[in-house]
């Protein structure tokens, strides 16, 4: 080999080492040096094949979404159960053969209940209206009551312990009383309702509005806020939970409270009707008649309730 061809060979090897210490795309590195041991391909490749098992699984849970069942349990459930005591109620009026006018079959109540439902339809509005009107009434004048209770305590002092007395009285004998003194019409129904409505009311509101901390009553006294500010924006806001939770309370017993003053020689309305059909012995439109008033009691509270969700979503949002 000539001494040109020598130093050539030299050159060439040279930039062979060069570039495979550079390793791909000129990256400098010992790419070339071999691995020490078999610890270190474990070392390299561990991360890998750790991977591969948290992603496979993560595959797994995403393919297994929950069923119809299992998004609908809530629901599903105790239709289910509802259906079942049905049933078993048709089962047990015919193999025992129960008399229709002691406990009629489920399927004679709906057949009742289709038949005469523009009847019923046509009472419910009667004891519909008693009940809304009595409870709105109710209510308000129980807020009014709390607010002078909050600010003149001789006012709590003085009436509270005559209100206390006067729920004492059972509701059938305030019925029978309210109607000899207003007569047999609308009213009476209206402040019997009212009256039900308005003592839990009275009694959570009170305590909503005097539930407030002194450091925030600080607070707005150092940010200069009026009485009326410190009212709205403190107190009242801090009272709904409160008042919510007797809104719900009274909604339902709004209803038996205008069916109870229905009792009273009233001719419609769902009180009336259930009063007709025990004389006559009318199992049927009994039931189907409570199955009505039911009804529109579950519907006025949960309009109260989806009240409640959508004026207090701040509590709401703070509890998931």
């Not at 339809?121 to 409870?135: D, W």
């Not at 607010?147 to 709590?156: G, L, M, S």
């Not at 205008?258 to 009792?263: C, D, K, R, V, Y």
């Not at 059909?277 to 039931?287: C, E, H, K, P, R």
Request: aromatic share 12%.
């Amino acid at each position: 080999m000539s001494r040109t061809d020598e130093r050539d060979h030299r050159h060439t090897a040279s930039a062979a080492t060069h570039l495979g210490n550079q390793g791909p795309a000129g990256i400098r590195g010992n790419f070339d040096t071999p691995a020490q041991s078999s610890g270190d391909l474990l070392m390299i490749s561990s991360p890998a094949r750790a991977v591969a098992p948290d992603s496979m699984a993560h595959t797994a849970m995403a393919s297994q979404k929950p069923g119809f069942f299992d998004r609908n349990k809530g629901i599903v459930l105790p239709l289910l159960v509802f259906a079942g005591a049905l049933l078993l109620w048709e089962w047990a009026v015919r193999f025992f053969e129960v008399k229709a006018f002691i406990a009629p079959a489920p399927s004679t109540v709906l057949s009742t209940l289709v038949a005469e439902f523009p009847m019923l339809m046509q009472n419910l509005g009667v004891t519909a209206f008693e009940s809304i009107v009595g409870f709105v009434i109710g209510n308000v004048f129980a807020c009014l009551i709390a607010v002078a209770f909050v600010y003149r305590r001789w006012i709590d002092q003085a009436f509270f312990p005559l209100i206390v007395v006067i729920n004492t009285i059972p509701l059938v004998a305030k019925a029978p009383i309210l109607v000899l003194l207003l007569g047999n019409g609308f009213v009476p129904k209206i402040i019997i309702v009212a009256t039900i409505c308005f003592f839990p009311t009275l009694v959570n509101m009170t305590r909503g509005l005097r539930d407030v901390s002194e450091q925030h009553l600080e607070l707005m006294k150092i940010l200069s806020a009026s009485e009326r500010e410190v009212f709205v924006k403190l107190r009242f806001y801090g009272a709904l939970p409160y008042l919510f939770s007797a809104l719900k309370i009274t909604a339902s017993s709004a209803v038996v409270g205008a069916i109870i003053g229905e009792w009273i020689g009233a001719t419609t309305g769902i009180g009336a009707l259930i009063i007709q059909a025990t004389y006559q012995y009318d199992s049927a439109m009994l039931y189907a008649t409570i199955i009505v008033a039911s009804a529109f009691s579950a519907i006025f509270f949960g309009l109260v309730a989806w009240l409640e969700k959508h004026m207090l979503k701040w509590r709401f949002d703070g509890t998931k």
